[in-house]
């Protein structure tokens, strides 16, 4: 009786809090738009005009999903960049212009997305001496900076609950403190070598993380509160936590599965089995919906029950998280970036990626805000207004 009214109390409390957690200072500041990952713009989407492009990086290095930041009513971009340049852009979001720029500890580089959030921007290093890092957004400037374990991160960095959350290489994530970089606690997750780009997702009253065997919920203070057995590696597929009716966490696997957990129990809901791998991208969530990539073709669940809404073939292979806007939902397949209906999956726009840059160098989960769609793609971010 007593785990059943308590199972009962959570569910109604995460459902409160999902859309309450945040310390952000601009919209889409955080990998995925917000700490729950949710792929979900509140503002409405962009017109399919290139506004500005500036090439960022050249060969094969990487650039990670950009984030917008704002101090009072100054808006900035802010993206990182892989291993050969390992820097921090920030960016004007009107004209692309270089404001500032932070250069980290040579032979490392960054994977995953920073979080401007308190006039501030953290981001988490991968290399040879990795560091979670904290920076101003005015100049850049280091606020402090964490030495990370083993190879450090390829993950996005959470940010909540004044601490830094960072999913690491050495399969143990840490809470730092948002203010100081002190560990505040750390905790083991599945054990192994992989490397780990897999971000994690906060609410009120949790942390959830994905790694290679499982799904685990921790309670703020790093206690496991559950843990959901999968049985596909996650690679970059990260939590999605969607408030409905029971509260429910989203993830994704490399064996084509599409798992749908409760995220106060830990129990398993539904699951969708794709035809292609789902490690690749996050799901986004808006709309009743649950929209994944799958080979050639964008889908939207049911997100009650898993059941196929629509299916829109795309033609080519998209690898990166999708974005939605009001009733706009957004992917690209490094060749084009297009609009959809998120309703009904008609196609509302596209335009193209020009080829400047290295076709090796891979494409990214995009970022909306200010009506301002930007795709990171072949070393160059591009913007649609």
């Not at 990998?31 to 729950?36: W, Y």
């Not at 004007?92 to 212009?97: H, L, V």
């Not at 780009?197 to 994905?210: G, N, Q, R």
Request: aromatic share 10%.
């Amino acid at each position: 009786m007593y785990r059943s009214a308590r199972s009962r109390f959570l569910i109604a409390a995460l459902g409160l809090a999902l859309s309450a957690c945040t310390t952000a200072s601009s919209a889409w500041w955080t990998f995925q738009a917000d700490v729950q990952r949710t792929g979900r713009s509140s503002g409405i989407g962009p017109k399919p005009n290139l506004y500005w492009q500036v090439p960022l990086v050249s060969g094969t290095i990487s650039l990670t999903p950009p984030v917008f930041g704002a101090i009072g009513d100054t808006f900035r971009v802010f993206i990182g960049s892989g291993y050969g340049d390992g820097r921090v852009f920030a960016l004007s979001p009107y004209t692309g212009a270089t404001i500032c720029t932070f250069t980290a500890v040579p032979g490392t580089g960054f994977v995953g997305s920073p979080a401007a959030a308190d006039d501030h921007v953290y981001i988490a290093s991968k290399g040879n001496t990795p560091h979670g890092y904290a920076l101003t957004q005015r100049t850049g400037a280091v606020i402090w900076q964490t030495p990370l374990p083993a190879t450090g991160s390829g993950a996005s960095v959470a940010v909540a609950h004044g601490m830094v959350f960072v999913n690491t290489d050495q399969h143990i994530v840490y809470a730092l403190d948002q203010n100081t970089g002190a560990i505040v606690w750390s905790a083991p997750t599945s054990p192994g070598a992989t490397s780990q780009e897999s971000s994690p997702s906060v609410t009120a009253l949790m942390v959830f993380l994905a790694s290679d065997d499982g799904l685990f919920a921790f309670a703020l203070n790093g206690t496991l509160l559950w843990k959901y057995n999968l049985t596909g590696p996650v690679g970059f597929s990260s939590p999605v936590l969607d408030g409905g009716s029971p509260p429910l966490v989203f993830i994704g696997t490399n064996d084509l599965k599409l798992h749908a957990v409760n995220a106060a129990t830990g129990a398993n809901v539904w699951t969708h089995t794709a035809s292609g791998t789902l490690a690749f991208h996050t799901v986004a969530t808006g709309h009743g919906r649950v929209y994944l990539i799958d080979l050639t073709s964008v889908v939207a669940l049911d997100r009650n029950t898993g059941a196929v809404s629509w299916t829109q073939a795309v033609g080519t292979f998209p690898r990166h998280s999708p974005a939605i806007a009001g009733n706009e939902l957004f992917f690209q397949d490094n060749m084009l970036v297009q609009g959809m209906n998120a309703l009904t999956g008609a196609f509302t726009w596209k335009a193209p990626l020009p080829g400047n840059g290295n076709p090796n160098s891979p494409g990214n989960a995009m970022a909306i805000a200010l009506e301002i769609l930007l795709v990171p793609n072949k070393g160059t971010l591009y913007a649609f207004r």
